[in-house]
């Protein structure tokens, strides 16, 4: 009798216990430092205790990975419900139920009320419309969403087609999808579970057209969630990831809605249908920067996630041989494990410190910009474009990297790593394209270069736009300099410089050869993304660098954070030699030894890799990965992963009466 089984054990995989046994540092401390102290990790522990001790939590697991679409995304409002429920219960702060999205690592089918619907309204309603909507939001009696973009836009948002013309009759609005591009098509949430929906429109007044404003559209009956009159709204359809949520279409007929319903902080109707704006031409774009600061969060969390399943997997799984004499190793001693894995380990580390500054920065800007003061909203805007499209490109190509070092226990869904490949992919289209949200930022780095060969003192992130470029010497002058961190935030600088000049110069040369503006600015939009992506990345490395520098922490944590910080930067350097090399922020010479110093860097690092994946400290049923489990028993997982698959259910499947058999028969019985 085969005594193999499913069951798994109760100690750690030895060869994980042997990696955290030989860490240089205090994993608990850097936890600590990841989630912003001593109390907030002990928080965040409680929260994740008091969600997975219900079962729910673990059978939502097998629902998501077994689950026709329509169950899961049930079992998803069930969930969110669930959740919604518990904050109300125990009062959670918008901080505390953050961490608590964070802990459930899965798109919610209710998501957007939080994310979007209740942001958009602090930021777009009025004082007094707050009071009835925000407040019956906040309650849960109203379940709403965001619903800007449309089959034919999404981009250009002065191309929406959606209509709110006003009726001083009857004091209303009647909102209108006049064409088939014009219907509201991707919003989350939209398909079957809200029953309001802040829909974004064009407003017209006396048959002028006034821009995009938000407008307050009630879908379904309170009583029974049935579509109102005017309102075709459902589902768009399965898609690659995110499958608990129902992005929906919707078309309005001629849905009036009183003259109230139109959010009017940055922009009023009055009865007689005055139009008067307060406030820059941009404040109903509120909410999109919201997002797309915290899609750098969330960009880190992906990544290190993804570090998190492809380190432990790498040290319990071996294979092939180094030293013939011995046995075969942890696939994690292989340098080119190592080359494909610890670059999002690095990136993580670097995400968060990065993330960790732009929340800090739009914190202090909100507050500005609540006093009415809108003097850092341009820069916010260029600096959150950059960075949420840097993050979620490198984040989500990372990803898939360490799904591939994972062979093909990558590719299996008990993995985890498909599932949040998917689940990350949007990242990089929503809340702005990022092509177009780089070119958003290089519009902004254009200006100010400008603004700096004309002589102005620039401040803020385009501060270095100043520089005089005759003074910049590679601050690498030996093997040893690579090692400074300080020498490399220089080198990516003058880089950065470097390729927004040369674009800067190219753009001002085609318009002086008489092109037209917009002829000169297609002609060189590759550059000008590749200017942008310079930008975003000094911006990550100079974050992480000063971020290294304040943090107050024993020498083994400084230590190991400055070898990952040193290590991001080489390797960025090493991936993108062309760059660096054609702007000669580094000589062939500086080059040669950044890339010895990336290689070196990756043995240094190899001690410490579970341990630095430890301190972000994700739940099983956060990482839902049976290759990334803390007791690194991969292998059990995986066979138990199997016993809850409906294809297992039967010893002989169904379609073996219905197809195989008869198929079978008739083979055997023809002569041919
Ligand atoms: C939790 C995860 C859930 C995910 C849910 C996903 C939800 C969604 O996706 S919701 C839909 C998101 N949609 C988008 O993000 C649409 C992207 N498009 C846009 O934001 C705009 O169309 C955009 C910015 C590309 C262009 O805007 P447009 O009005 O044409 O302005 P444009 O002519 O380019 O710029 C005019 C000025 O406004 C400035 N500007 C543009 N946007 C902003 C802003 N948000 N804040 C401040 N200034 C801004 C520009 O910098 C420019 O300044 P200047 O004149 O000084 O150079
Ligand atoms: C999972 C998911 C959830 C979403 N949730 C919501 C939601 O809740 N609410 C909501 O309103 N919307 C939502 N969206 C829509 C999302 O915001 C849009 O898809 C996004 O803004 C991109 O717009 P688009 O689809 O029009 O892309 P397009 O603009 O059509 O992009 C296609 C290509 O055209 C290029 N392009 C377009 N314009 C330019 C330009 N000016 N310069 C250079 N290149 C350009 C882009 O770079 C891209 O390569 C969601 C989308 C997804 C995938």
Known sequence: MSEITS??????????QEERDKASFNVTELTHIIYGGIEKTKKRKRLEK??????FFQEYQNVRAFGSRSEYYAASVKKSTKIFKLRRQHKWTDEEYETVLDICHDDLALTLHHTMFIPALERLATEDQKSKWLTLAKQYKIIGTYAQTELGHGTYLQGLETTATYDPQ???????????????????????????????????????????HPFLVQLRSMDDHK????????????????????????????????????????????????FVTRGPSKANYATMMLIRVQICTMAYQVVSSGATIGIRYSAVRRQSKLDPQDREP??????????????????????????????????????????????????????????????SEHSVRQVEIIRQSCGGHGYLNAAGLGMLVNAAAPMITVEGENTVMYLQLARYILKRFAGAMSGQQLDGSTSYLSMDPATYVCPVMSE?????????????????????????????????????QHVAINKNLVDLVRAAKAHSYYIVVKDFVEGVDALVASAPVIKVLRTLCCFYAAHGIAEYSGDFLESEAVGLHQLKWIKNLQVSLLGEIRPDAVALVDAFDYHDITLSSALGCYDGNAYERLFKSTENDPMNKEEVHPSYYQY?????????????
Not at 50 to 55: G, I, M, Q, R, T
Not at 183 to 211: D, E, F, R
Not at 660 to 672: D, H, T
């Open 480 to 516: 040893t300099d690579c090692r400074n961190l300080t020498a490399l935030c220089d080198i990516y600088r003058y880089r950065s410089y470097m390729t927004v000049c040369r674009v800067a110069r190219q753009v001002q040369h085609d318009m002086e050869s008489d092109m037209p």
């Open 50 to 55: 008091l969600l997975f001790s219900d079962p």
């Open 227 to 274: 579509v109102l009159p005017g309102v075709r709204v459902g589902d768009i359809g399965a898609k690659m990831g995110g499958n608990s949520v129902d992005n929906g279409y919707l078309i309005l007929d001629n849905v009036r809605i009183p003259r109230n319903n139109m959010l009017m902080k940055n922009a009023q109707v009055s009865p007689d249908g005055k």
């Open 330 to 391: 942890k696939i994690l001693e292989y340098q080119t494990q190592q080359y494909k894995i610890f670059p999002g380990l690095a990136m993580s580390y670097a995400f968060l410190f990065a993330s960790r500054s732009l929340t800090r920065k739009y914190e202090e800007a909100f507050a500005e910009i609540q006093r009415g003061d809108f003097k850092s909203l341009p820069e916010l805007h260029c600096l959150s474009s950059g960075l949420k499209s840097f993050c």
């Open 7 to 16: 069951s798994i054990p109760l100690q750690i995989n030895p060869d994980l």
């Open 170 to 212: 009857t004091r209303e609005f009647v909102m209108n999808t006049p064409t088939l591009s014009a219907m509201k098509w991707w919003p989350g949430s939209l398909g079957k579970s809200s029953n309001h929906a802040l829909v974004l429109a064009t407003l017209i007044i006396s048959g002028k057209k006034y821009g995009m």
């Open 660 to 672: 195989l058999k008869p198929f079978m028969e008739e083979m055997n019985k023809s002569k041919l």
